[in-house]
């Protein structure tokens, strides 16, 4: 019962504070605030994205694999493999990996921390462990770079088979 008159209490002075606002006019906490849908919908910069009315830098960096995608076919189980991408620096200025994060501890990127230079190439290594995993296994790897965007997904794909050997086809 008690609970009830503490609530009924806070909403009356609820209540009575709005009425006051609306009576004081220009005294109260948001008098003068017009509300817009700018101001209830910020729009949030986001550094990947180039806005509309944004030109991209013409002398950006930029990262061009030879393949984005990589299948190792069958794997053996409790076993590890890895996968060399090479990619080349088309753009104007030199590239530079900020980072490369893996979409799963089971798979672990190395690449190139040196500048890669216009027109140089570069590398990104990427082991997949299997122990523990079995069938199809798909694999992201996201690099961080200067160039726009800053953002590059690469994958690794592949079918670990069981201990026994076999292969773990879908259905």
């Not at 296994?137 to 201990?163: E, S, Y």
Request: charged share 20%.
């Amino acid at each position: 019962m008690k609970q009830y008159l503490i609530l009924a209490a806070a909403l009356s002075l609820a209540a009575c504070n709005r009425d006051k606002a609306a009576e004081a006019g220009v005294e109260g906490v948001n008098a003068g605030a017009t509300v817009t849908n700018d101001t209830a919908n910020p729009t949030v910069d986001n550094p990947n994205v180039v806005s509309e009315n944004e030109a991209p830098n013409p002398n950006a960096p930029v990262m061009k694999f030879t393949e984005s995608e990589f299948d190792f076919g069958d794997i053996k189980a409790d076993t590890k493999v890895r996968h060399t991408f090479t990619f080349t620096n088309t753009g104007k200025s030199p590239l530079l990996i900020e980072d490369a994060t893996a979409s799963c501890g089971c798979t672990t990127p190395s690449w190139t921390k040196e500048p890669v230079a216009p027109g140089a190439q570069g590398t990104m290594e990427v082991q997949f462990d299997s122990r523990g995993k079995h069938g199809i296994i798909n694999k992201q790897v996201a690099v961080r770079a200067n160039t726009q965007p800053n953002i590059t997904t690469i994958a690794i794909k592949g079918n670990v088979l069981d201990a026994a050997g076999a292969a773990n086809k879908p259905l």
